[in-house]
Structure formats: C-alpha cells, structure tokens
C-alpha cells in the first residue's frame, strides 16, 4: 500500500486508516476489524475490535468508533460522517450506523457468514454504501488471522 500516490480525501486513505486499526486488532489477537470515522475530510474517531480485551462483545471497532465520533461530536447523530471499516459490519453494527445515521459507510471485504447484507440492507436509507476498497488487503488479513488460529 504506497500512501504516497492517494489523495488524504480519498476512501482508499481513509481505508488504509483503517486498516492500520485492523493491525492493531492483529496484534493483539483480536479479530482484525478497524475502523475510522471521517467528519469534513478529517478523522474524528478510530478504532479496532477489542471483545476480548473489554469482555464485550459489542466491543466491535464500529462500535467503538461510533461512540467516540458522537462524543467528539456531542451528537449522536452523525449525519455528515462516513465510517470506513475494513469488513462488511455485522447486523448490530449496521443497526448503530443506521440509528447514527451515518452518511456513507464503507467497506473494505465482504462477510458473507456474519455480515449485514444476508439478512437485507439494515443501513439508513439516505446512507450511501461502498463496498471494495482495499478488499483483498482486508480479506487476506482476516485470512490470516484465522489460519494463525487455526494451527
């Protein structure tokens, strides 16, 4: 990934953000999901998963990042942000965004075992969804993760 090509407005910025926060995730043996959120071209939250650190399990980085953006914000609502993630969020994170109501989400790989859209599009309606960026980056790291603990 060579930063030195991408505009910092771009979702592929954005997503690499995120995806640092998937490393952080990694590292510390949590499932390697990060996640940004970006308010007037400016990260103003960011997190990764940490269900086993916080013995949560809505300790989802979506989550996390939700609930640090609405308190920078001092709203809950976040109409005017978009949250980049690394994988397709779950149905309890796509139910936060849609209460957040979020401008854009967007995502790096798809889940099709946990992910939102196998149960239909539980995202606001005037919430823009993107899917993609960085997909084989996010979905080799999962990959990865998953073999490590496989062995």
Same mark, same amino acid.
């Given at each position: 990934?060579?930063?030195?090509? %991408?505009?910092?407005?771009?979702?592929? &910025?954005?997503? /690499?953000?995120?995806?640092?926060?998937?490393? &952080?995730?990694?590292? =510390?043996? =949590?499932?390697?999901? !990060?996640?940004?959120?970006?308010?007037?071209?400016?990260?103003?939250?960011?997190? +990764?998963?940490?269900?086993?650190?916080?013995?949560?399990?809505?300790?989802?980085? /979506?989550?996390?990042? %939700?609930?640090? #953006?609405? =308190?920078?914000?001092?709203?809950? +609502?976040?109409?005017?942000?978009?949250?980049?993630?690394?994988? =397709?969020?779950?149905?309890?994170?796509?139910?936060?965004? +849609?209460?957040?109501?979020?401008?854009?989400?967007?995502?790096?790989?798809? /889940?099709?075992?946990? !992910? &939102?859209?196998?149960?239909?599009?539980?995202?606001?309606?005037?919430?823009?969804?993107?899917?993609?960026?960085?997909?084989? /980056?996010? #979905?080799?790291?999962?990959?990865?993760?998953?073999?490590?603990?496989?062995?």
């Amino acid at each position: 990934m060579a930063t030195d090509f %991408l505009s910092i407005h771009s979702d592929e &910025y954005f997503m /690499e953000q995120a995806y640092r926060q998937a490393q &952080y995730a990694y590292e =510390e043996g =949590e499932i390697p999901i !990060g996640a940004v959120v970006v308010a007037n071209k400016r990260i103003i939250a960011k997190a +990764y998963n940490q269900t086993e650190k916080l013995n949560d399990v809505t300790a989802h980085a /979506e989550m996390l990042a %939700l609930t640090a #953006a609405a =308190e920078y914000l001092g709203n809950k +609502y976040l109409h005017d942000c978009t949250l980049y993630v690394t994988v =397709e969020p779950c149905v309890m994170c796509a139910g936060a965004s +849609y209460w957040a109501q979020l401008k854009r989400v967007v995502f790096g790989t798809s /889940e099709p075992k946990r !992910g &939102y859209r196998r149960v239909g599009n539980l995202l606001h309606p005037k919430t823009e969804m993107v899917s993609g960026i960085m997909a084989q /980056e996010c #979905a080799d790291l999962m990959a990865s993760f998953f073999a490590t603990k496989r062995n």
